[in-house]
């Protein structure tokens, strides 16, 4: 299934691409979330994220579904917010992105302190990434970035 990587290494040996996919997922607070259920149909949420030392990570209210599905299989995939592409010109879309991997619960009060978690009963999750894309239109190029740990950064290009 491939290693599994720290914000950082993305951002080490492919700093423009890692650019691009925080922008993308900084372009609005709410990312869309999957998780799988206990019967192991896919579950949609919303979600925030933070990228935050070196790091991603998510948080959630003590209890919530997402969560719980975390804690039973720790797959998750997330997907930035979206901007339809402007149909005449759609290179000018600024692309969106998606990150995937498994979410690590935080329960140790020292690595929730180093956090700097907030008061308060929650969960919080650390992302181990495997994988990381970022999708863009150039000209009439569909153009699809990937990134995981052990392969580097590829890209595709569509038309």
Known sequence: ???MASWQEIESE???FAARVLAAMGAGKHKTMATLRKDGSP???GTELEFKNNEVWLGSMLG???ALDLRRDPRVALHSPS???DSENPSDWPGEAKLSGLAVEITDPADLEAYGAPPGEFHLFRLDIREAVFTRVDG???VIESWAQGRGLREIRRK
Do not use: C, N
Request: charged share 30%; no cysteine.
């Open 1 to 3: 299934m491939g290693g």
């Open 14 to 16: 492919a700093p423009e």
């Open 43 to 45: 579950r949609i949420s």
């Open 64 to 66: 919530a579904m997402k």
């Open 83 to 85: 901007v339809d592409p």
């Open 140 to 142: 009439d190029h569909l």
